[in-house]
Structure formats: structure tokens, C-alpha cells
Nanobody, 118 residues
Framework: QVQLVESGGGLVQAGGSLRLSCAAS????????MGWFRQAPGKDREVVAV????????HYADSVKDRFTISKDNAKSTVYLQMNSLKPEDTAVYYC???????????WGQGTQVTVSS
């Protein structure tokens, strides 16, 4: 079994910061990549950030680049999303996911609500 456990969501003011965590069990950390996704009401689910396990290569959506940072801690089998300068349009349910191989997002966390007030 592969399990992803998320934490860190909540309510923050615009301009504030929040740090999301995703702890992986099983063989998730030996896969290709971990990613953060989000979905707002009436909007499609979108990729926020991705990091590969072995080399730490990262990818960011244009809307969050220079504000969000994805990182990993191999010893703790945990991936983080540091979110700074938050905007109301960042409000969404955020999900972490694991891709054992390229583009196969097979495992998902439960989702955590991030709400940014104006």
C-alpha cells in the first residue's frame, strides 16, 4: 500500500504564508516524482509544483512561480510546499500526489483546504 498524508492547510490573510506537508509511506519515495495540485470551485484541477525524487528537478505553474517552493526531505519521506505572498486566487483544495513513473499520478492524498482572505 502507498499512503500520502497531508497537513498544513488553513485560513490565512492575503500576503501571508503557509507551509503544506505530505508524508509518504510505502515505496512512493522511490518513484519518479511527487507533485502538488489544486482545484478551485468551477475550475479544472491544475499542477502547482512537481519535484523528482532522485535529482530534485522542479517545475512550477506560472501563476505560483517565485512565490511557492517545493522541497523534499528524503530521511522523512516528506514533500513540502512553502507558499508565500498568498493571494485570494490561490484559494483551493490542495492535493499531493505520487507518480511512480513519469506522468502516472497513481496515488493521492486526502486534500487540504487553503483559503486566502482579502
Amino acid at each position: 500500500q502507498v499512503q500520502l498524508v497531508e497537513s498544513g492547510g488553513g485560513l490565512v490573510q492575503a500576503g501571508g504564508s503557509l507551509r503544506l506537508s505530505c508524508a509518504a509511506s510505502g515505496r512512493s519515495f522511490s518513484g519518479y516524482a511527487m507533485g502538488w495540485f489544486r482545484q478551485a470551485p468551477g475550475k479544472d484541477r491544475e499542477v502547482v509544483a512537481v519535484i523528482t525524487w532522485n535529482i530534485g528537478r522542479t517545475h512550477y505553474a506560472d501563476s505560483v512561480k517565485d512565490r511557492f517552493t517545493i522541497s523534499k526531505d528524503n530521511a522523512k519521506s516528506t514533500v513540502y510546499l512553502q507558499m508565500n505572498s498568498l493571494k485570494p486566487e490561490d484559494t483551493a483544495v490542495y492535493y499531493c500526489a505520487s507518480a511512480p513513473v513519469l506522468n502516472n499520478w497513481d496515488y493521492w492524498g486526502q486534500g487540504t483546504q487553503v483559503t486566502v482572505s482579502s
